[in-house]
Every structure is written in C-alpha cells, then in structure tokens.
C-alpha cells in the first residue's frame, strides 16, 4: 500500500499570501489529521476530518482552515500568512472509525518571507 | 484536558548502552498512548502504541514501554541502542473520545555515541 503523500513538499511564500497544502491518505482511511511542527512549539494539532467533516480542530485562528474530499484527500488553506506560519506541516491518515495508530506522510516545509 | 512531558529534551548514550526515553501524561479518561520517531527531514514512524490489555507493549526496532497507570507514565525502553537510533521520539496521548486528536510531547532528541 501507498503511504500518505503530501504535496507541495517545500515552499516559499511571502507575508500576506495564501496557501494550500495537499495530502492523500492511505487508500481507504478516511481519517485525516494535519499538524504544525515547529521547533518551538512542537507539534500542535490544527484539525481532523473523517469523511469529509472536520471533526476536531485544534486552536488556531481562522486563517487556518481545511477540507476533505469524498475521496478522503484533504487540503489546508492558510490565508493571509505571516512569518510565524513557518513550519513543517504534517498530516496523518488513519483507518477505522475511532482512535487509530495515525500514519504521517513526509510533510511540507512551509518558510514564509 | 490531555498532556504529556517529556523528561529530558537531550539524551544521549553509548552504543550498546540501554536506552530510557522518559514520558509521563496527563489524562481525565484512560489514555491511549503511543511513541513516535522522527528522522530528519522525515515524518512521524508509529514505534508502538497502548490502547488497553497488556502494559508491557513491544514495538519495532527492539523498543518497548510500560503503562504505569499509579505513575502516568509510559517510558521508552530499548536494551541496547544502535547508531541506527539516533533521532527525535516524540510521546503522544489521546483520550479515545474525541477522534484522532492527539497531544505530543516536546520530543527528546537521542545521540547514539560510537
């Protein structure tokens, strides 16, 4: 089985942009789960959707926001970024209904000027 | 509210020597709890995981950890560490009740010394 994919894999934008950040889970998870890392703040949960309904989000403001497709396949949006959004963002899909081991892909390197 | 620490952000060992990745957790509900690498430039590998049932759990790479419920920890173990181990292991818990949202720790970076 394919692992997740996350496309782009880096990028380079400037303040005030907005991005999209890809991922595809592993075939049949329906579950997808995106991350910030940052060396500062480790690893903080943004937002999980399970069937194309976001079904947590963690504690970031609006300018962070996602999607599901009905093919499981999720994108985040950033809108309006600014320097502090610079991290790796991570995203993890996981099978079943309920808590699951989650399978991260290889992330994106998100750098804002 | 769910939360886990990391004791020690550092550690380093000698080759062969035992490893101990320390995590301790807070927890409202029965935890569910996993351990995490990272290599660079990498994403998170699954080591292990406890849901319920046993509390010695073995994962990959010869790893394993303990549920000490009386002390909320979940320490990684290894016998005899490979330079292969050097990397960032991150502790993670969940409470089983609100989907996938898990809570990591700040990650403890191991070196392995030749």
């Known amino acids: 089985k394919a692992g997740v994919t996350q496309t782009p894999r880096y990028l380079i934008k400037t303040r005030g942009q907005q991005v999209t950040l890809s991922c595809s889970p592993i075939?049949?998870?329906?579950?997808v789960s995106w991350y910030q890392q940052t060396p500062g703040q480790g690893l903080q949960f943004l937002f999980e959707?399970?069937?194309?309904?976001?079904?947590n989000k963690g504690n970031f403001p609006g300018r962070f926001s996602g999607r599901q497709f009905s093919n499981s396949r999720s994108e985040m949006n950033v809108s309006t970024l600014e320097l502090g959004d610079s991290a790796l963002y991570l995203c993890?899909?996981?099978?079943?209904?309920?808590?699951?081991?989650?399978?991260f892909g290889p992330g994106t390197r998100l750098t804002v000027t | 509210a769910q939360s886990v620490t990391q004791l020690g952000s550092h550690v380093s060992v000698s080759e062969g020597a035992l490893v101990l990745l320390r995590c301790n957790y807070s927890?409202?509900?029965?935890?569910?709890l996993f351990w995490y690498v990272q290599y660079p430039n990498q994403g998170l590998q699954l080591l292990l995981k406890?849901?319920?049932?046993?509390?010695l759990v073995k994962g990959i790479n010869g790893f394993e950890a303990e549920f000490k419920k009386s002390e909320t920890s979940f320490h990684l173990t290894k016998p005899s560490a490979h330079m292969s181990d050097a990397a960032e292991y991150f502790c993670?818990?969940?409470?089983?009740?609100?989907?996938?949202?898990?809570?990591f720790g700040t990650g403890t970076s191991l070196t392995v010394i030749p």
């Open positions: 993890a899909s996981t099978g079943g209904t309920g808590v699951g081991e989650q399978y």
């Open positions: 075939s049949g998870h329906r579950s």
């Open positions: 959707y399970f069937s194309e309904t976001q079904r």
């Open positions: 927890s409202s509900v029965p935890p569910y």
């Open positions: 406890y849901t319920t049932g046993a509390t």
């Open positions: 993670a818990v969940s409470d089983g009740r609100t989907g996938n949202q898990f809570y």
